[in-house]
Nanobody, 124 residues
Framework: QVQLVESGGGLVQAGGSLRLSCAAS????????IGWFRQAPGKEGEVVAT????????HYGDSVKGRFTISRDNAKNTVYLQMNSLKPEDTAVYYC?????????????????WGQGTQVTVSS
């Protein structure tokens, strides 16, 4: 079992930045791929970014490439999502999730453990 807790969300103006954190507890954190997903009202959920166990491999959704950066500190059992140049369309609840296999990590259904989410609101 892995417990995940997101933090760092809030209200920011367009063009601003936020850094989300995903703190994990439970089983060995470094055994898990971590993904950030987001869900906006009336829209389908989408993958934001994923990171491999050691952090050497990352993947980004097309809508955030070049603006968001995912990283992890396994010593602190934490994954970060640095979000720059935020746009109103980035407004959503952001979730972090963990899965152990490394299989189809861009697919939300692959993930076994989820946090409760953190709200990000970008005003125009």
């Amino acid at each position: 079992q892995v417990q995940l807790v997101e933090s760092g969300g809030g209200l920011v103006q367009a063009g601003g930045s936020l850094r989300l954190s995903c703190a994990a507890s439970g089983r060995t954190f470094s055994n898990y791929f971590i993904g950030w997903f987001r869900q906006a009202p009336g829209k389908e959920g989408e993958v934001v970014a994923t990171i491999s166990r050691g952090g050497g491999s990352t993947h980004y959704g097309d809508s955030v490439k070049g603006r968001f950066t995912i990283s992890r500190d396994n010593a602190k059992n934490t994954v970060y999502l640095q979000m720059n140049s935020l746009k109103p369309e980035d407004t959503a609840v952001y979730y972090c999730a963990a899965e152990a296999t490394g299989w189809r990590t861009s697919y939300a259904g692959s993930y076994d453990y989820w946090g409760q989410g953190t709200q990000v609101t970008v005003s125009s």
